[in-house]
Each structure stands twice: as C-alpha cells, then as structure tokens.
C-alpha cells in the first residue's frame, strides 16, 4: 500500500471509498475463511449499503453508531461504538469493537483508530468504556492498553479492559 495522501480519520460509512472497502473486507475474509456473501449486497448498490450503516442503529439490543477508518478513497477498517452495555455486551463485546483490514494493519492504524473512536464516546457522554479483545490477541490487547485500557480480567475467552475517559481528560487539562 502507497503511503497515505490525508491523515486517516472517522467518518460515517462513505461511498468515496467502495473499491478500498470491497476489497479490503473481502481480503479480510478470505484469509480467515469467513463467508463473504454478506458483501454481496455492497456490491450490487454501494451507496445504500454504506446508507444503511450511517446514523445510530439498533445492534445487539442497543444504540449504536457506525464508523469508517479512511484517508481518501482508502479504507483502512471500520469501528463501532455501542452507547450503553446490555448484561451480555458488559461480560463480551464492550462499548468498542474495531478492525482493520488486512492491507493496513501493522501500522498503527487500530491505535489512532480506537483513540478517536474514544473522542467519540466522550461526546456521547461515556466516562468510561469496555472493550474486549480474544485472550490470544495480541495485537488488539497492545492496542487497547496504548490507549488507557486497564486489564480486568477474563470472561468467555476474552479479555477485558477498561479505559477511564473522565480520568484521561481530567490529566490532559491538569
């Protein structure tokens, strides 16, 4: 991949990047043999697929709300922020899940993504967050701790941390 043009920021799923995306999740899947037909639909009307995934939705029992990693025409992964925890995301799934796509990782990119996704929960009012990452996962768990996570132990499989945004704000305007 070329060096980057723009620095990479969030952005409500777009269609400015649609081959980046088509290519990138499909890769994606590929190389862990997960099913692709779900992109079948991108393909065939991008521009409501990336429609349907703008705004708050209703996933996993609760608001949530949708973002692009990209610079450009590139996507670089996609997160997603889950406003509250139901009694099953607060044991696996947390407030944040994020990926990036094969192409991109490696770079520091899930680090600079998961950082804005948490300027993200700040404006939606979050004190804190949980994430959750497999127990064999390391490169997620770096990111997560590069960004304030605090491990606190295991559940299912996962590990669990959680990044206090109300003390990382408290220390930046100290």
């Known amino acids: 991949m070329d060096d980057l043009a723009r620095p990479p920021r969030l952005v409500p799923p777009t269609t400015a990047v649609r081959e980046s995306f088509l290519t ?3 890769a994606d899947h590929l190389a862990t043999g997960d099913p692709t037909d779900w992109l079948d639909e991108a393909h065939r009307d991008f521009e409501a697929f990336a429609a349907r995934r703008r705004g708050v939705q209703e996933r996993w029992g609760v608001p949530s709300t949708t973002y692009w990693y990209v610079s450009g025409e590139h996507y670089i992964g996609t997160l997603i922020v889950r ?11 947390g407030h944040i899940g994020y990926h990036v796509v094969l192409p991109w990782r490696r770079r520091g990119h899930a680090t600079r993504m ?11 009012g979050l004190e804190r967050v949980l994430l959750t990452c497999a127990a064999g996962n390391e490169p997620s768990r770096r990111v997560i701790i590069a960004n304030g996570g605090v491990h606190d132990g295991r559940a299912r499989g996962e590990d669990r941390f959680w990044i206090d945004l109300a003390a990382e704000h408290a220390s930046r305007t100290a």
């Open 24 to 26: 990138g999740e499909r």
């Open 83 to 93: 406003h509250r925890l139901t009694p099953e995301l607060a044991e696996v799934g």
């Open 114 to 124: 998961l950082a804005a996704g948490l300027g993200e929960c700040r404006r939606l």
